[in-house]
């Protein structure tokens, strides 16, 4: 999901990182169009500093900036449960193991998917420089969150929280946790086993 994510992983290295949310969501409840989606909303300061390197902040998606100043980039793909499971386990797609997602199928016809945090979050700061931000950002990044969905027609199980009467499995990473020097608030991976729809 390098399209999908890159944008999120790119803003946490970003000095006012406190003033962005992302929703990433993988829909499985038709086998024959799982749609990815994914939202990232930057606040002012960090689209203008990203506006400011001249590189578009939404390349593969559609950005709209918004009258407050802030500024929302939206992605959505849409593949067939088998092609999305072919591509996720090809290291040169772009949705490939290489960026910490992994889709299989399992024996009993549903589907694992599973994100490594710590993968995709490998380019964060150090833990000196988040000491840092957190002293100067602190009360930034209070109330803004990565937020990592999966849905389908039954949640078997996961390591997040179940939601929406069992379809709906999610993960809420606030970033005041993404930035604590420990950053032990921050789960390895989110497992979800989903029973698609057909």
Sequence with gaps: MRR????AVLALTLPL???????????????????LDAVMTMG?????????????????????ENADGTYTCAQTEVRTLADLIAEANDPNSDLGMADGVSIEET???????????????????????RAQ?????????????ITMRVTGEEIIETSGEIVDDGKTAQLVIPLESMFSVSGAAVPQEFDVVVRPGS
């Design 44 to 64: 002012a300061d960090v689209y203008q500093m990203a506006k400011s390197t001249g590189e578009d902040p939404c390349k593969e998606g559609v950005g709209t």
């Design 17 to 35: 990182a406190g003033c962005f949310d992302a929703d990433v969501t993988a829909d499985f409840s038709d086998r024959d169009a799982v749609r």
């Design 133 to 145: 931000m957190a002293m100067m950002f602190g009360d930034a990044f209070v109330g803004h969150a």
């Design 4 to 7: 999908f994510l890159a944008g």
């Design 107 to 129: 024996a009993d016809g549903n589907v694992r998917v599973t994100f490594d945090l710590s993968e995709m979050t490998a380019d964060m700061p150090s833990e000196e420089e």
